[in-house]
């Protein structure tokens, strides 16, 4: 049997394993509480929920501040709280989220012949609730969340506490796989990492990484090297 051509494969999770469903988890979400938003009002959310991530993202607010403001336009319509509106949208990004095409397939292929990890950014309770759900809970060591570790991808510590958890092997033996050039593939390269970009798309965004797949279960013949 051929040797593969990396010991790990760490992965990012939204858009690159899973789906991220947020317009139907919205829709669910605001029919639970009988919201009925008019255009302008699902506008204001919008820009307000982007406005948020930017401030996340860039340290300026925490994740408990991000989830309590973005519901807030559409909680004081019907007099409950912002926070439960927010629990009930993880809720049903939970229970709509589904694995991407490929997927599961190739990571039964990768199972027991490669150590898979995770990185990705994200909220605790959707990240480890889908997982979970899906039964994939213990395939994937480390498990590191962004909400968990107060840092997000692309910053280096975020890089380094896996690498730290893996017990620092060869950066060269390690490829991260993700959708995202800028988080994941620019991220883990600036650490030493082999990468490999997700692209089901075909986006014509520079991105220079080691490998560029189109189809999720090509990764399987790179990992591998068949």
């Known amino acids: 049997m051929k040797q593969p051509s990396y010991d790990w494969v760490l992965f990012d999770l939204d858009e690159t394993l899973l789906d991220f469903p947020v317009a139907q988890a919205l829709e669910r979400t605001l029919q639970i509480y009988g919201v009925m938003p008019t255009p302008a009002k699902m506008a204001e959310y919008h820009e307000l929920n982007h406005r948020l991530w930017q401030q996340y993202n860039s340290g300026e607010i925490d994740a408990a501040h991000l989830q309590q403001t973005r519901f807030s336009l559409f909680a004081e319509q019907v007099d409950v709280?912002?926070?439960?509106?927010?629990?009930?949208?993880?809720?049903?990004?939970?229970?709509?989220?589904?694995?991407?095409?490929?997927?599961?397939?190739?990571?039964?292929?990768?199972?027991?012949?490669?150590?898979?990890?995770?990185?990705?950014?994200?909220?605790?309770?959707?990240?480890?609730?889908?997982?979970?759900?899906?039964?994939?809970?213990?395939?994937?060591?480390?498990?590191?969340?962004?909400?968990?570790?107060?840092?997000?991808?692309?910053?280096?510590a975020i890089f380094q506490h896996a690498l730290d958890l893996m017990g620092q092997p060869s950066p060269a033996r390690v490829l991260m796989v993700g959708d995202n050039p800028k988080t994941d593939i620019a991220g883990a390269a600036a650490q030493g990492l082999a990468t490999c970009w997700y692209n089901p798309q075909r986006h014509d965004t520079p991105c220079e990484s080691t490998h560029e797949i189109h189809h999720f279960a090509h990764l399987a013949d790179i990992v591998l090297g068949q």
Do not use: C, Y
């Open 81 to 156: 709280a912002p926070m439960a509106m927010n629990d009930a949208f993880l809720q049903q990004i939970i229970a709509l989220s589904e694995p991407l095409e490929g997927v599961t397939e190739t990571l039964l292929a990768l199972q027991g012949r490669v150590r898979m990890g995770i990185i990705t950014n994200g909220f605790s309770l959707p990240q480890r609730g889908r997982l979970d759900k899906l039964g994939w809970g213990d395939w994937f060591e480390p498990l590191v969340i962004s909400d968990e570790v107060h840092v997000t991808k692309p910053a280096a």
